[in-house]
């Protein structure tokens, strides 16, 4: 597959892409929460931060590439 290809896809399924996004964030945040680990805590924080960065930039409903 080009790169033009993998663009389109992108494109074209954005919002599925962030919705399962989102949805592994939101199982991790339960195991995190279950385990007694503080190491975790620190992996997660740093993930959703990334992704509040980055999906804060991308309001509209596809990304701009």
């Known amino acids: 597959m080009d790169i ?7 494109t074209s399924n954005w919002a599925n892409i962030i919705e399962l ?6 199982v991790a945040s ?5 385990t007694p680990s503080l190491k975790d805590d620190d992996v997660l924080k ?10 804060a930039l991308n309001r509209g409903s596809s990304p701009k590439i």
């Open 30 to 34: 339960i195991i995190v929460k279950i």
């Open 46 to 55: 740093n993930i959703i931060r990334f992704a509040g960065k980055y999906l």
């Open 4 to 10: 033009s290809g993998i663009i389109s896809y992108i």
């Open 21 to 26: 996004w989102l949805k592994i964030i939101g």
